[in-house]
């Protein structure tokens, strides 16, 4: 008598889900507990990746608020401005920090350039990046009816010696 491969004991499940053995009952059961741990799957893995987003969406904005200083630094036209993402009408130095901002992460983020010091030698340029991360999971969560305040305020901004000054 040959001996049975071990692999005929694994696939042999399959042909029960041809044949009628099953009842709807069971079937039915198998989609509901699917569904439940489908949901929870997707929670356990979307919450980290949300809040990995979000972090990922801070050193965006504290990069383009370092490039955008850097950039003001070496302006020797500066002026303060401001503008609020996209920021399609800007020029400047508003403009090449929009640039390097993500619309997508920080839909409405105000950019500001500010020159202060005055007239005197010690005159700095400081750029602020302003604006609301929206958690997508939390989203989910109001649509579902609870009450879960959504945005999260981001504010990164840098300053730098401007050079143009005696």
């Not at 499940?13 to 039915?28: H, T």
């Not at 356990?44 to 987003?53: M, R, S």
């Not at 990069?63 to 950039?71: L, W």
């Not at 958690?135 to 959504?150: A, C, D, E, K, P």
């Amino acid at each position: 008598m040959p001996k049975k491969s071990p692999l005929r004991y694994i696939f042999s499940g399959f042909s029960d889900l041809s044949s009628n053995s099953r009842s709807a009952d069971q079937s039915g059961q198998t989609v509901v507990e699917f569904s439940l741990v489908f949901v929870l799957l997707v929670i356990v893995a979307w919450i980290p990746a949300d809040f990995g987003l979000a972090f990922y969406t801070g050193q965006i904005a504290l990069n383009a608020s370092r490039e955008g200083a850097r950039i003001a630094a070496a302006e020797p036209n500066l002026t303060s401005d401001s503008c609020i993402m996209p920021c399609a009408g800007a020029t400047g130095v508003v403009k090449a920090t929009a640039d390097r901002m993500s619309f997508a992460l920080l839909p409405g983020a105000n950019i500001s350039v500010n020159l202060q010091g005055g007239t005197s030698c010690d005159r700095t340029v400081t750029v602020v990046i302003d604006g609301q991360y929206r958690y997508f999971f939390y989203n989910l969560l109001q649509l579902m009816g609870f009450n879960v305040i959504n945005p999260v305020r981001v504010v990164r901004s840098t300053s730098m010696r401007w050079e143009h000054q005696c």
